[in-house]
């Protein structure tokens, strides 16, 4: 069984290797705006959370104390996240060049909270997350399948 959840998580991380093509002024400047404020730093915080409401983790539990247990999931996601992280970044630029202009985008990127759309930005927010999620799921799956399985594989036995 567990063979077969490696395989699915193998598929999942070839799937999610496939270059993603961003072209074009809006899109350029939505990934400066993702970069430069650092977006997508979330990803770690979004995995942890959904991999403590696992069956995997429950079963992590019966062999290692919370601390333990949280302690090593945190380890086997810093282990993996440059190999989702880069993928995340994308989405996240994708969305929001769906949402900005250029000139938003790069007022946004080098003004911050001082932006004149910055008000722009926050009546976003719903649709931009509901958006993302939609888009970004199949990564944070790959990526808490990825580290739950390497944390198992590290339990004492």
């Not at 705006?33 to 429950?58: E, I």
């Not at 949280?70 to 994708?94: C, K, P, R, V």
């Not at 910055?118 to 990526?143: D, R, T, V």
Request: charged letters at 15%; glycine letters at 6%; proline letters at 3%.
């Amino acid at each position: 069984m567990q063979t077969i959840v490696k395989l699915i998580v193998l598929f999942s991380l070839l799937l999610g290797q496939a270059p993603f093509a961003m072209a074009g002024p809006t899109e350029s400047a939505a990934t400066e705006f993702v970069n430069s404020r650092q977006l997508g730093r979330n990803m770690k915080t979004l995995a942890f959370v959904a991999a403590m409401r696992t069956h995997t983790f429950a079963m992590m539990l019966s062999k290692l104390s919370v601390t333990q247990a949280q302690s090593l999931l945190s380890q086997e996601l810093d282990a993996y996240a440059h190999q989702f992280q880069g993928q995340w970044n994308a989405n996240l630029a994708q969305v929001y060049a769906r949402h900005f202009t250029v000139e938003e985008l790069r007022s946004l990127a080098s003004e911050g909270r001082n932006s004149r759309f910055i008000g722009k930005l926050a009546s976003q927010q719903g649709s931009i997350g509901a958006e993302m999620q939609s888009l970004s799921a199949p990564i944070l799956i790959s990526y808490v399948s990825a580290a739950l399985n390497s944390a198992i594989d590290k339990l004492p036995r």
